[in-house]
């Protein structure tokens, strides 16, 4: 199942063919392939262990697969995963933003411009504890990280859950214009039709295997839907399920 | 103050600092009991060192590091709690430790003693408080991160067992030391209270690892005094030390939230 978005002379960013991921004897991922151009916007759908976490740490590189992955040469991915775990370690903003300098000193945004990349005041936050963050602060703070060393990709795992609806809406329009302004490729994971809809130009619809792959306007077709969550479905906006 | 208790209470400062900042990520990584029984594993290696005569600290960190290298192993292999392997390992090793120890060496063993420190155990204190300083230095980010997201961390293309395989290694260095003064039934306390009294009252990383550090050190200090005074073992007055500082601090910040 090789789909294409595109004619070949076009500018991939991300070849992925015959992906398949065992884990535990278990096929989680089987026989994937999809391409993806550069500075679009990919929404991946799917029900629950669908395997599209799994998509993303195979797309990074984290866990064994087979078939082939390829990122166009010297890419930089940035990435926010589904959870973080903060606890109760003292940490401020700026010390967490910092390690990302440390980790990758060329070309890295200081603390301070990513922070208001990403809307937030660097005066009022980057001494606050990350631990008392709201949600929503929190969850820019993680796209500040991602986007610290200038990123040709960002991966987004759900990257507004437990997120209120206003900030949610802000992460997306601020997402948008990151995209936008620095041509920058977005993959995320969403079950937000809205979502889908109004963000993303290209949708692939996961069950275990490839069961869409293409434009993101599809996600209003209910025959499509029924194919990837069963009959019965309608997918709602995280609006109208309130 | 005679020279032997100079050489204690040296011992004592670098024992707590190293303990006490290399307890900071112990207790962040909620080991803080590992920590404690780990040390305990310590206690056959003394025994070897005691039997056929050579410096108590290499017996001690061959045991501690084995055994933390054993832990991770199977940590990775299994996918068992860290708990569970430590408290398995760690009750085996004290009954082989409490046997194979001759009976006048156990008390010492178990709850430490400044009143033969020597200039060799001092300068092994200093060198080795400052290397386990030092790497715990260089690697404290990253073990955060991968506190706070093995993934994250991952994808900057950070080797995170790896890097917990150092610290655990840097861990046995500073219990190992620590032995000599508080003994390794008393040792994990160097490891956890001085750094949970740090979190209760600091608001970023670097204040909590220094003042657990500092804090440390305070309590071997007047552990070390205390017990030269008083001609009681330095293990137990170490931990009466650090326990009232902790009850201080959470005193001061309980009257702070009531106050208005």
């Known amino acids: ?242 | 103050m005679t020279e032997v208790s100079i050489f204690s209470l040296v011992t004592g400062i670098c024992v707590g600092l190293s303990a006490g900042y290399l307890g900071s990520l112990m207790v962040l990584k909620k080991m803080a009991l590992v920590g404690d029984a780990l040390s305990h594993v310590a206690l056959p290696g003394l025994a070897l060192s005691i039997l056929l005569g050579f410096n108590p600290f290499l017996g001690a960190f061959a045991f501690l590091f084995g055994s933390a290298v054993i832990i991770w192993r199977i940590e990775r292999v299994t996918k068992l709690s860290i708990e569970t392997i430590v408290g398995a390992l760690f009750t085996l090793a004290l009954a082989a430790g409490i046997l194979m120890i001759p009976e006048p060496e156990l008390l010492e063993a178990l709850f430490g003693n400044i009143t033969n420190v020597s200039l060799t155990d001092t300068a092994i204190a200093l060198v080795v408080s400052a290397i386990a300083i030092f790497f715990t230095k260089t690697i404290y980010s990253k073990i955060v991160l991968g506190m706070i997201s093995e993934e994250l961390a991952k994808s900057t293309g950070l080797d995170v067992d790896r890097t917990n395989l150092l610290y655990l290694l840097l861990v046995s260095l500073a219990v190992a030391i620590g032995i000599r003064i508080v003994g390794t039934l008393l040792v994990g306390f160097l490891v956890v209270v001085p750094a949970a009294t740090a979190k209760n009252v600091s608001s970023n990383l670097f204040r909590y690892s220094i003042l657990s550090s500092i804090l440390g050190s305070i309590s071997s200090a007047s552990g070390v005094l205390l017990s030269s005074f008083l001609g009681l073992p330095s293990g137990p007055l170490i931990v009466l030390s650090g326990i009232s500082i902790f009850l201080i601090a959470v005193l001061a910040r309980w009257l702070r939230i009531q106050l208005p």
């Not at chain 1, 629950?48 to 087979?66: D, E, I, Q, S, W």
């Not at chain 1, 940490?91 to 890295?108: D, R, T, W």
């Not at chain 1, 997402?175 to 302004?181: G, V």
């Not at chain 1, 993303?200 to 077709?221: C, P, Q, T």
């Open chain 1, 1 to 242: 199942m090789n789909q294409s978005i595109k004619d070949d002379t076009t500018d991939y960013i991300l070849e992925v063919s015959n992906l398949t991921v065992n884990l535990q004897n278990q096929i989680i991922l089987d026989n994937i392939s999809f391409k993806l151009k550069r500075g679009t916007t990919l929404a991946i759908v799917g029900p629950n262990g669908a395997g599209k976490t799994v998509l993303f740490r195979a797309l990074l590189n984290l866990l064994p697969y087979r078939g082939k992955i390829e990122w166009s040469k010297g890419v930089k991915i940035g990435y926010v995963p589904q959870r973080v775990s903060i606890g109760d370690i003292p940490i401020s903003v700026q010390e967490f933003l910092s390690f990302k300098e440390s980790s990758n000193m060329a070309g890295c945004l200081g603390a301070q411009d990513c922070l208001s990349l990403v809307g937030l005041d660097s005066g009022q936050l980057s001494n606050k504890e990350l631990r008392v963050l709201s949600g929503g602060q929190l969850q820019r703070v993680l796209i500040a990280w991602a986007i610290a060393d200038r990123p040709d990709v960002l991966l987004f795992d759900e990257p507004t859950a437990g997120v209120d609806l206003d900030s949610e809406e802000a992460i997306y329009e601020m997402l948008n214009r990151l995209e936008k302004e620095n041509q920058i490729t977005v993959l995320l994971i969403s079950h937000d039709i809205h979502v889908v809809r109004d963000y993303s130009e290209y949708m692939l619809a996961l069950n275990r295997s490839v069961i869409y792959f293409g434009g993101s306007e599809k996600i209003a077709d209910p025959s499509l839907l029924e194919k990837i969550y069963g009959s019965g479905t309608v997918m709602k906006t995280r609006k109208e399920r309130g």
